[in-house]
């Protein structure tokens, strides 16, 4: 049989499986108040829809500490961890989704503040890894958690790979367990715990972790600043991030379900971004102030 792009080893048409999580944040925090303007549920939902929009979606998991009611998302609900150790608590969650939940099957592990806006995303899996994260030039978080591709060659990889990054965050980086812990792991797997294979791809005790590269599959808009102008060209995944997550419904509307067209686009589009910016503005305060988004080596 001729194997073709975005084919599995049967031929059949390649599903690709959505994983995310959002715990609430702590009322008074940054987070909460992006939170009163797009909720975690509402970022997974638009991630979700994004995919069956763009990619052949098989399922959409999304485990959470609130009630969500969704025709694309299975939600998982759990307890919300605290502040102290949020990251590592995500990481657990996918450990036990991948012993316990996951069918067999890719997945793209997300954050919910993410877009899928173009099609081809099933084509990474046609490369045989295991891993597959995201690299950007940025020489002390080069890593990036937000985007995360876990194959099905081996069916415990996901497990494996989470329950690696709990283990040396539990050793080496538990005052990071709340924040930062997830990208100083993936240096720390990358950087000193595989050996490399080729100029792309990394062997971790037998873990196969390819890089893509952050401006195709997990790209941030300068200074965290979408204008809600339409995805650049070859981007596939968008990462919204903190303040810029106040853009992330219009930009699904715009962009991804290109809801509005002719001169009400024209009209509509340059309306909703003055609203889009006096709500990124109106959480600005609150965003300088957190000590938390301060990077661990620039702290005191
Ligand atoms: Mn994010």
Not at 29 to 49: K, P, T, V
Not at 68 to 83: F, G, H, N, Q, W
Not at 208 to 218: E, F, H, V
């Amino acid at each position: 049989m001729n194997l073709t792009a975005g084919n599995d080893e049967n031929g059949d048409l390649t599903c690709v499986n959505l994983l995310t999580c959002h715990f609430s944040p702590v009322p008074g925090s940054s987070n909460a108040a992006i939170n009163e303007l797009i909720g975690g549920a509402r970022q997974a939902e638009l991630l979700a829809r994004s995919f069956q929009k763009n990619a052949r979606l098989g399922s959409a998991y999304f485990i959470s500490d609130v009630e969500v009611v969704s025709d694309v998302l299975k939600t998982i609900r759990a307890l919300r961890p605290s502040e102290s150790e949020l990251t590592l608590a995500v990481i657990r969650q996918f450990v036990e989704f991948f012993q316990f939940h996951a069918d067999r099957g890719k997945y793209v592990v997300c954050d919910p503040d993410v877009l899928l806006v173009r099609a081809g995303i099933e084509q990474v899996f046609d490369d045989s890894f295991d891993i597959a994260i995201t690299r950007r030039d940025d020489r002390r978080m080069p890593y990036n958690s937000g985007v995360v591709f876990v194959n099905d060659h081996s069916s415990d990889c996901g497990q494996r790979f989470y329950r690696l990054q709990d283990e040396i965050i539990t050793e080496l980086f538990s005052k990071e367990a709340g924040w930062f812990g997830d990208q100083l792991v993936l240096t720390e797997i990358i950087e000193k715990r595989s050996t490399q294979v080729s100029n792309d791809v990394y062997d971790c005790d037998g873990l196969r972790i390819k890089i893509l590269d952050a401006a195709k599959y997990n790209f941030s808009p300068n200074r965290d600043h979408p204008y809600l102008l339409p995805p650049p060209r070859g981007v596939v995944l968008y990462h919204f991030k903190g303040r810029c997550r106040t853009y992330m419904d219009d930009f699904f509307q715009f962009f991804v379900e290109r809801r509005f067209k002719g001169i009400v686009r024209l009209v509509w589009l340059p309306l909703r971004f003055v609203v889009n910016e006096w709500r990124r503005k109106s959480v600005k305060p609150l965003f300088s102030s957190v000590e938390e988004r301060v990077m661990p080596s620039d702290r005191k």
